[in-house]
């Protein structure tokens, strides 16, 4: 059994922020699986579970803000008896550019307060997550003003694209495993005349 979260803030207000695209590449899931799953409420979090190919999927969006996420995943892992790196978490990441998608196996938080707060709640940095880049803000504008601001329209096709590249990403690292995924799907790192694979 495979728990997947997308990280973002819940309510229309923030529907389609930069924030969000935890939730958005989570719901472009639920409708590429097509199986007639409905989301329903538990422990402070929307559900669907979802089974392809015999495996069992749950997918959460928390109904907590960003920063008290961990709220919503811990009991959910708890009451599955869920290993952490059978979790996979979905966010947003300032550092990359947009759309740019980054595959990790575990690490900290690097300053996320949704990844701060999941590690918080269930005792470990130890569980994969997939990194969406949103761009980092202009110089007038504040990091949270950025965060919870819409996608301006050239960017939007980047995000869509990013969405569309990691839904089989996230099959992927459901049926073979995090270094599949990442080998797989990580964007290629050049240096010198080799193309490398980033793990990071």
């Given at each position: ?17 930069r ?18 799953g ?19 999927m ?7 803000y ?39 196996p575990?690490g ?27 761009g ?26 990013a969405v569309?590249?990691l ?26 005349r ?7």
């Amino acid at each position: 059994m495979k728990v997947i979260v997308g990280l973002g803030n819940p309510g229309e207000k923030y529907a389609g922020s930069r924030h969000n695209v935890g939730f958005m590449l989570l719901d472009a899931l639920a409708r590429d699986l097509d199986l007639g799953g409905q989301w329903r409420e538990q422990d402070n979090a929307a559900v669907m579970t979802v089974i392809k190919e015999a495996e069992k999927m749950i997918l959460v969006k928390p109904l907590t803000y960003m920063n008290e996420s961990g709220r919503a995943v811990a009991p959910i892992l708890h009451w599955h008896k869920i290993d952490p790196r059978d979790l996979l978490v979905i966010h947003d990441d300032i550092d990359l550019p947009v759309g740019m998608v980054r595959i990790r196996p575990k690490g900290s938080s690097g300053g996320h307060n949704g990844i701060k707060s999941v590690i918080e709640h269930i005792g470990t940095q130890n569980f994969p997550r997939m990194k969406i880049g949103i761009g980092r803000p202009n110089a007038d504008e504040s990091v949270i003003d950025h965060v919870l601001r819409s996608f301006l329209p050239e960017e939007e096709e980047a995000i869509r694209l990013a969405v569309e590249r990691l839904i089989p990403a996230v099959k992927c690292w459901s049926a073979e495993g995090i270094d599949m995924a990442m080998n797989r799907f990580n964007p290629a790192k050049k240096s010198g005349r080799k193309a490398l694979r980033e793990d990071a």
